[in-house]
């Protein structure tokens, strides 16, 4: 089974500018985490997805935000990008339908910001 | 919120030694305690979970334990082995939202 893939794995913006994120889940996995990883915040939920729907919601700003496809893949988008901003964000996948569901993690999308 | 404080941050051992770090939380709804393992590059990657219902688990020369009582858990990792270098993420969840706790970057000499 394919693990959870994101595209793209580098970016680079300026100030500003906004950027759309890409997560593909395990297949089957009906819920999609996004966490923005940091070495002075470490790593801190944005938000989750399931079936299309947002069903849990942390504590960023509203230049944060996402959705959830029929097929399960999702995209986060930051707008008006600042330099706090750079960071690698992850997405994570489970099945979703129980609360204990283990989480799997793609390789991250590092995004940097200028 | 949930607040999960997780030590040591660094840890070294020798090859064949045994590591062990400590993490603790304080939301009592939280139910689910999964351990991550990050190497430099890459995602956390799931290694080990437990339950609330649960004490301990093992699975090889990973083990996890849990005081629900005192709201603390625990990773022992036995006979250490150069490629178990990496960053470890402890993580509570009430409900499915994962807290993580800071990391400990463990560093094992051969």
């Known amino acids: 089974k394919a693990g959870v893939t994101q595209t793209p794995r580098y970016l680079i913006k300026t100030r500003g500018q906004q950027v759309t994120l890409s997560c593909s889940p395990i297949?089957?996995?009906?819920?999609v985490s996004w966490y923005q990883q940091t070495p002075g915040q470490g790593l801190q939920f944005l938000f989750e997805?399931?079936?299309?729907?947002?069903?849990n919601k942390g504590n960023f700003p509203g230049r944060f935000s996402g959705r959830q496809f029929s097929n399960s893949r999702s995209e986060m988008n930051v707008s008006t990008l600042e330099l706090g901003d750079s960071a690698l964000y992850l997405c994570?996948?489970?099945?979703?339908?129980?609360?204990?569901?283990?989480?799997?993690f793609g390789p991250g999308t590092r995004l940097t910001v200028l | 919120g949930e607040n999960v404080e997780q030590h040591p941050s660094t840890l070294s051992v020798q090859e064949g030694d045994s590591a062990v770090i400590k993490c603790t939380y304080s939301?009592?709804?939280?139910?689910?305690f999964p351990w991550y393992k990050q190497e430099l590059g890459k995602g956390p990657q799931l290694i080990i979970d437990?339950?609330?219902?649960?004490g301990e688990k093992k699975d090889q020369r990973i083990a996890v334990t849990l005081n629900k009582t005192a709201k603390h858990f625990s990773l022992h990792i036995t006979e250490t082995q150069p490629e178990d270098s990496a960053v470890y993420f402890c993580?509570?969840?009430?409900?499915?939202?994962?807290?993580f706790g800071r990391g400990t970057q463990l560093t094992v000499w051969p």
């Open positions: 939301d009592s709804a939280s139910n689910y």
């Open positions: 994570a996948s489970r099945a979703g339908t129980e609360l204990y569901n283990e989480q799997f």
């Open positions: 997805y399931f079936s299309e729907t947002q069903r």
């Open positions: 993580a509570a969840s009430p409900q499915g939202r994962l807290y």
């Open positions: 297949s089957g996995h009906r819920s």
């Open positions: 437990i339950r609330s219902n649960v």
